[in-house]
């Protein structure tokens, strides 16, 4: 979950004005990126083999 703090230095990056899909679009982009980064601290990573190992899996 995002802190009010985050999301407020977040904001101040975005332009001046722009229209509410654009807003949600960030939004939504903005939650994603920190639950990856809370994944990543927290050590919950998969390895380059793995992945590696599930993109041949998706082209089959």
Do not use: C, N, Y
């Amino acid at each position: 979950m995002i802190t009010k703090a985050k999301l407020k230095a977040h904001i101040d990056q975005f332009p001046d004005e722009l229209s509410i899909d654009e807003l949600i679009d960030r939004l939504v982009f903005i939650d994603k990126l920190e639950k990856r980064i809370e994944k990543s601290e927290s050590g919950d990573i998969i390895s380059e083999k793995e992945v590696e190992q599930e993109m041949k899996e998706w082209f089959r």
